[in-house]
């Protein structure tokens, strides 16, 4: 069937449109050569002919996302011509004919490793394997070769977060989640600023629409006097600059929704107290050289016309973020009396505080904060060596490398460490060298002793103390908090265990010639069935330790030094529910309606964030307990759709269902005279609500409460919130929820 006029038209103008889409992107590839043009028209042909036939959610071409992704590269990353390539062809081996080969072929080896770390694994896995767990670590093994291909995957994720309504809505929640667990942070590691506020502005657009519209809409009413304050607060300062002969230009950045929204929890205050909505950018023109003075000169003009909070004082040009940014921040007070953020820099610094590590990369003569990246590299590399764990234990410690807060730590000599914040003796041990790690006793600080576990504060100076007698235990693990000293100190305690196994095997060698035993894998592997065992290492090990009972193993049957009798009937292993769950129930399909009965499967309310009607939730499979019910911004929900989202199955409550809940409410205010009775009050007269609990603690005047209530559905529980806000010397009212492993 031929197609008709309308249709050719129609197709006509999308080549139109993807042409020009495509010469936008040539627009943005800076300083490129004949032959990296050339390299990127056929990257781009292949792809346009490879996606011919594909069309994506929203009814466009596909075509225009490996475009789309492709531009982020070269217009908000400044990554070089290659790397434009491989983002044109990044999905070409994953959904279309070509394999990883053809690549190869017309392109070389390096961007087909580079598509390689791109391309996702296949969707086969068992009950227990995480798809996205395993996607991640895969991307991240070519990271130590070519940083590239983290830096493209974050512009595949920002695209397809930019283009996330025209999926369902369970998987924009799960992608939603996945992003603000691991790509909002990994654009923050690598110094991307900017795309880390708009990937977790797009990911709140999700997980809590009414919380981003309600700020959003804020934002824009009080948009016009932001400005204004800004004019009048910068006037005398750019007098003075332009008098002082400087070069410059004035941003303003205001604060990303989903920041906002992290610092009003945090602390527990209204929008309208967050006092660093936004920051005020001076940026010079300057030599390189000359960069420290004039931006200390320049904090000098600043603070000359408004007081600075001596607390708040950032000096991130004399020690640079481990990720290469470089800043002088201050705040100041405003004749207003407000408080507002200046941020002082070069040009340069600027380049590379928008474009991250990627930028960084140019300004090589810097070698202290290159080989900032290339330890964070190297920690990587020992993660995925570790070879016992698996990809969500890899996913968990990788996390741990993301960490967003610095604190600066002196050695002895002088020498400064970046570690992230809450770290400990053991864990400055470690980043120091692994046999320092394994063998610390303790530490002094500011020359005062400490314990292992004592956390360490910005600008301490510690002093490792060491002993020959000393090993690493397994209690250090839950002390440390950086990636690199668990996975030392896991190393360790499995080398240890190695070593005792040694013991064990030498021990059953002798017990084997007492019984006329053979030694052999045949007779071991036998005995490792018979006990029920992991593994050969682990049967030594318990030998070593003494938690073998020979008597037993003699009884076993023989001939010929071979054990060919099973005496010991083996009980039979009890089969977790969740894998049986999970492998009967179509998570795209199925939705569990709360109230009634799903298809045999037990359902619960998680506590961590007790869901009433009316919450938005979702039922994640558990190991041993059904499924348990969560709210969508419960604590645990991006945990569990990032890493678990195999797991996760849709669910809504039953709309005729009226069953009271338990629910706990938080209220934060100044304690006065019949406060608690007026609390009490309003709970079981107004709204004839129970009270299963009561709890309040006062500190100087300031009380804080919390309260479990039964509560029919979110309507019942907002009316009284603010009934409850409404009572003189209640400050802040909100549901209280938990913050706890999920199994």
Known sequence: MKPNKEQVGNIEQERKEILNAFRGLMRAVKNRSKEETKLIRKAFDIALDAH???????GEPYIYHPISVARICADEMDLDAKSVVCALLHDTVEDTYLSLKDIEEVFGKE??????????????FDENASVQAENFRKMILTISDDFRVVLIK???RLHNMRTLSSMRADKQLKIASETQFLYAPLAHRLGLYSIKGELEDLSLTYTDPDIFKLIESKLKSSKEVRNRFIRRFMAPIKEELKREGYVFKIKTRTKSIASIWRKMKSKGIPFEEVFDLFAIRIIIDTPQELEKP?????????????QPSPERLRDWISTPRANGYESLH??????????VEVQIRSERMDVIAEKGFAAHYRYKESSSDENKFDRWISDIRDLLESADANAIDFVNEFKLNLFKEEIYIFTPKGDLRVLPTKATVIDFAYDIHTEVGNKCIGGKVNNKLVPLSYQLQNGDQLEIITSSKQKPHEDWLKIVI??????????????????????GKEILDRKFKQFNLTFN????????KHLDLPSATEFYFRIAKGKIDFSKIRSIESKNGRLIKQTVVKKEKETPKAPSTINSLDKKKDTLIIGENFKGFDYQMAKCCSPIPGDK?????????????????CPNAENLMSKMAYRCIGAKWKSQELIEREVSIKLLGIDSLGLVNGITEIISKENHVNMKGISFDTDDGVFTGVIKIMIFDTIHLDSLIKKLKNLEGIEDVSRFEIDQEIN
Request: aromatic content about 10%.
């Open 294 to 306: 004039d931006c200390w000169r320049i904090y000098s003009i600043v603070t000359d016309f408004y």
């Open 617 to 633: 939730v979702f039922g994640f499979i558990t190991i041993q307990e059904g499924i348990k019910i969560h709210r969508y911004n």
């Open 154 to 156: 974050l512009a595949d």
């Open 482 to 503: 950086s990636a690199r000293a668990k996975q030392k100190i896991k190393y360790s305690l499995n080398e240890e265990r190695r070593k005792i196994a040694e013991d």
């Open 521 to 528: 894998s045949e007779n071991v592997t036998f005995l490792v």
């Open 52 to 58: 011919k036939d594909m069309r994506r959610k929203s």
């Open 111 to 124: 961007v087909s490793k580079i598509i390689d770390g791109l391309t996702k694994i296949p969707e086969v």
């Open 330 to 339: 201050t705040t100041v007070m405003s004749p207003k009396g407000k408080w």
